[in-house]
């Protein structure tokens, strides 16, 4: 017999299925369509085992939904823009599109190998001028229907790379790739007017019934949405009065003071004159603006001089302060402080000596608030102090929605519902994204490109010589002739917009343009009609915000310029959020060390780490039961690669009077910054396409991470060779029939039918294939006839293609099977087999289990009784006695007391 081998297997069929074309997807009325996607990847020069397990997954569906007659439209493309292709330039002197469409060839070479059950025709590149040309044309229907706007707006500026950073991209104040202090800026920036339809995105969230509940949740969380109230506070000595928006105007008789941005117009004004202010102001914009660094960063703030009267009580005065604490963007800008029921505004008020008053407490504890600010729940029942409506007792809720109903009638307030979701800021001043299509003329101003000029192409060179990326700032705006154009509406002398799109934007509608990849617009209503909704959406956590929020945005802002149809305004039907597969870190301690230089004392320079691969270590168990690390190197110098363990034990120890030489860390998300990383080709090369596809599927429930092993992986191999030796002997050894062998495996395959079915429809795959292992032993052991193997063993591989598809093929041929596996359709389980005919009953004397007896389902309980007397260990127990009694439980149990 031959031996199971991976290489040849996973070549011939992969073949067949690109000759038979099975994968291709065309547009077919008559067929159930099924859309597939997994989020497509960043090329960054290699793949790994996580993404593996991504696109396995996608792949199982895809398979499994072809075998069940579907069209099924499986796509993959990559999202080539961003800043670590510029990174990469800047490096190494080289171009991004150089980069970039390298590192896709790469990748795309690596992922061939899997097997994956991809439409390789619709493949694009989103740095590919044919699909940033069409989202330059979306970005001018867009505009047109006053969906993208132009203002101006304060940016985190990084002086040294010169560019706009993201909130994300601010690291302790300092650009997260440069390290220079950010600064505040206010530039000329367009946006998407995504909060217009912040509403109906977030009611939209409670009709997702298949997205993960936490990510419906992240996404309402994002949104923010809020009921408050506007309130003007007049100014004590005249003037525009101070507009605050509150959502818990219920404590405003704690109010102390009101404090306003470092953006505020009135902090600007008074900026001018006060120098301290305007330093205070000029030292807020090197902060770091995420949500979790205000909240960490020290409360500051500078007294205006103005005060200004509290609404309730006309004869407090409250003072205006310049908080670092307030952001300009949500709300108005100003905020009045209760110290007595919000911790920050405590922590404040105690830092400059302002007044902290009760506006409630709880019931039975009337203490006034010291250190800790009190803040119950919105649920939670609280005892309200002088309270202006008349509250008394009553939960917060309660008392917010009074207080803003006495505020609207008394003419104090507005009533307001507001979302925490700002408007998308897309410019970036970087050179690799998406042109922005506008011409800035002299005469007609800000004007939009003429469509039949798309794509606006980025430049490849500087007169013949490429560009040059070790110059900070966008290579744009010094190029010498690209940003110089005529105008489109006038014809005379303009330039070009420089700023590029956020690289979210091509992210934010692929899923629509891989239904129509090569069509001359957007999309192809037809086949946009055909293929939306995606079916399936996989991806990991980490996009469960802003990507699947500025999809879902870009879909309906399409349904308007006439690019999708109306059902597709939520484009994802169902999502799956995977866990990542992790594995061990090894810290190579002989390079890792301060890396101080000349007489600096090593305090002063940071600590060098130096990771190594997992092909670069050798792990051993030592003779403590401690499991270790060495350099393979290490070994090959000192012991050789035949090293056994006493060796390297022994070598381990002699390394140990140096210092140790490899560290294990636990495993974590597998990284190359930490060199983790496991190289498909490697495991591919040594075991085979499957036995990954198997391993990373079987070992954990696919929401979960998995963590790579060596051991795992040859686990893994050895069953799926088992598998392949299994059919190969069923193919040879011809048996005669055994009808009642035969029926015992034909049951369980039907059951196996049935588990796996449910397995597969609720990404249940580590169950489907425990239920797979479990039928392969039980099919090893069965007495049944060659006939029943071999129908066993067909049902097998069909069971077993979704996820080892190159094996599932050789055991379907082996087997006689007609066609390719790839396209049968799929097994289904017979209900009359899933009902066992016998039941076995456990057999309790005096309430211990003593027996078990197996019988008719349909026996009557006295022929039960009769059969459960009859037994040994019951007639050992009784010793010729009668029972005192007989308990049956059909179907379940006999209790004998005697």
């Known amino acids: 017999m031959s031996r199971y081998s991976p290489a040849e297997i996973e070549k011939r069929w992969r073949e067949a299925w690109e000759e038979a074309g099975i994968f291709r997807a065309r547009r077919d009325e008559s067929r159930p369509k099924y859309y597939v996607l997994e989020m497509f990847p960043y090329p960054s020069g290699r793949i790994h085992m996580g993404h593996v397990r991504n696109y396995t997954m996608g792949d199982v569906v895809a398979r499994y939904k072809i075998a069940g007659g579907h069209n099924v439209l499986h796509p993959m493309g990559w999202d080539a823009f961003g800043m670590p292709a510029e990174n990469a330039a800047m490096a190494s002197g080289g171009h991004p599109r150089d980069w970039t469409y390298g590192n896709i060839a790469t990748m795309r070479e690596q992922m061939k190998p899997l097997g994956l059950s991809i439409d390789w025709s619709r493949v694009f590149a989103t740095c590919d001028p044919e699909y940033y040309g069409q989202q330059q044309a979306l970005f001018l229907d867009f505009l047109e229907k006053g969906l993208v706007y132009r203002k101006n707006a304060v940016v985190n500026w990084?002086?040294?790379?010169?560019?706009?950073?993201?909130?994300?991209?601010?690291?302790?104040?300092?650009g997260w790739r440069s390290g220079a202090e950010v600064e505040r800026r206010e530039l000329t920036q367009w946006f998407f007017r995504i909060s217009d339809f912040a509403g109906e995105l977030l009611e939209a969230l409670d009709r997702l019934d298949d997205w993960p509940a936490k990510v419906r949740t992240m996404q309402e969380n994002w949104i923010g949405r809020s009921r408050g109230i506007e309130i003007p506070?007049?100014?004590?000595?005249?003037?525009?009065p101070i507009l605050c928006y509150s959502t818990r105007p219920d404590t405003m008789r704690g109010a102390s003071f009101i404090a306003i941005s470092p953006e505020h117009p009135v902090s600007r004004a008074l900026a001018g004159s006060n120098p301290e202010l305007a330093a205070f102001i000029a030292e807020t914009r090197k902060m770091d603006t995420t949500e979790a660094a205000m909240e960490k960063a020290e409360k500051k703030g500078i007294d205006t001089g103005i005060t200004v009267r509290h609404p309730v009580w006309s004869d407090r005065e409250l003072p205006v302060w310049v908080g670092n604490f307030v952001m300009m963007d949500y709300g108005t800008g100003a905020v009045f402080g209760c110290p007595a029921h919000d911790q920050?505004?405590?922590?404040?008020?105690?830092?400059?000596?302002l007044d902290v008053r009760n506006a409630f407490y709880m019931p039975g504890d009337e203490r006034e608030v010291e250190t800790e600010a009190l803040v119950p729940a919105k649920s939670e029942k609280v005892v309200y102090i002088d309270h202006f409506a008349g509250v008394g007792e009553a939960t917060s809720q309660e008392g917010i929605d009074a207080t803003i109903d006495w505020f609207e009638a008394q003419g104090l307030g507005t009533a307001q519902v507001k979302y925490r979701l700002r408007d998308w800021g897309l410019s970036r001043q970087r050179y690799w994204g998406c042109p922005i299509p506008v011409v800035h003329c002299d005469a007609c101003g800000v004007v939009p490109e003429r469509k039949e000029n798309l794509p606006v192409q980025l430049p490849y060179d500087e007169g013949g010589t490429p560009i040059d990326f070790s110059i900070p700032g966008n290579p744009l705006d010094r190029h010498p002739t690209w940003a110089k154009c005529a105008c489109p509406a006038c014809g005379a002398p303009a330039r070009r917009e420089t700023d590029t799109m956020d690289t979210f934007v091509d992210s934010s509608w692929y899923y629509a343009r891989f239904t129509a990849p090569r069509a001359t617009t957007p999309t192809d209503m037809a086949e946009a009609e055909y293929w939306m909704n995606v079916d399936q959406y996989i991806g990991g956590i980490e996009h469960a915000i802003l990507h699947l929020l500025y999809s879902r945005f870009f879909a309906r802002a399409m349904k308007i310029c006439g690019h999708l149809p109306e059902k597709a305004i939520e484009p994802f039907?169902?999502?799956?959020?995977?866990?990542?597969?992790?594995?061990?870190?090894y810290q190579d301690l002989d390079n890792s060390s301060p890396?101080?230089?000349?007489?600096?004392?090593?305090t002063a320079q940071p600590l060098r780490t130096e990771f190594l691969f997992p092909e670069d270590v050798i792990e051993f168990t030592d003779s403590f039961g401690e499991k270790k690390a060495i350099k393979r190197s290490v070994v090959v110098a000192n012991c050789g690669e035949s090293a056994d363990v006493r060796q390297l034990e022994s070598l381990w120890l002699m390394e140990d009077e140096a210092g140790r030489r490899v560290q294990i860390i636990p495993s974590a998300k597998m990284s190359k910054s930490k060199k983790n990383v496991v190289d498909p080709s490697t495991i591919i090369a040594q075991y085979g396409a499957d036995t990954a596809r198997w391993f990373v599927l079987s070992d954990s429930p696919p929401e979960r991470d998995v963590e790579w092993t060596a051991s795992g992986a040859e686990a893994a191999h050895r069953h799926l060779a088992r598998v392949w030796r299994l059919a190969a002997e069923i193919a040879e050894t011809p048996k005669e029939p055994a009808p009642e062998a035969d029926t015992a495996l034909l049951r369980e395959m039907h059951k196996t039918i049935d588990e796996v079915t449910k397995g597969l429809e609720s990404f249940g795959f580590n169950a489907a294939i425990a239920r797979l292992y479990a039928f392969t032993a039980t099919l090893a052991k069965s007495a049944a006839g060659q006939a029943a193997k071999r129908q066993a063993a067909r049902t097998l591989a069909q069971l077993m293609a979704p996820m080892t598809p190159h094996l599932a093929e050789d055991v379907w041929a082996m087997l006689g099977g007609e066609g390719l596996v790839a396209t049968a359709a799929w097994p289904e389980a017979d209900p009359a087999m899933l009902i066992d005919d016998t039941v076995t009953l456990p057999i309790q004397i005096n309430g211990k289990r003593r027996a078990e007896i197996a019988v008719p389902r349909d026996m009557a309980k006295s022929e039960v009784e009769k059969a459960a007397l009859a037994h040994d260990a019951v007639q050992r127990a009784l010793e010729g006695a009668a029972p005192r009694k007989i308990i049956v439980v059909p179907g379940r149990i006999v209790n004998v007391v005697i």
Do not use: C, S, W
């Not at 920050?344 to 000596?353: Q, S």
């Not at 039907?573 to 870190?585: N, P």
């Open 158 to 174: 990084d002086p040294v790379d010169m560019t706009v950073l993201a909130n994300e991209q601010v690291e302790n104040g300092r």
């Open 344 to 353: 920050r505004d405590l922590d404040f008020a105690r830092k400059y000596g």
């Open 595 to 602: 890396g101080a230089q000349g007489d600096e004392p090593l």
């Open 573 to 585: 039907d169902a999502l799956f959020t995977q866990g990542m597969v992790t594995h061990e870190i």
């Open 233 to 240: 506070f007049q100014r004590t000595g005249g003037g525009d």
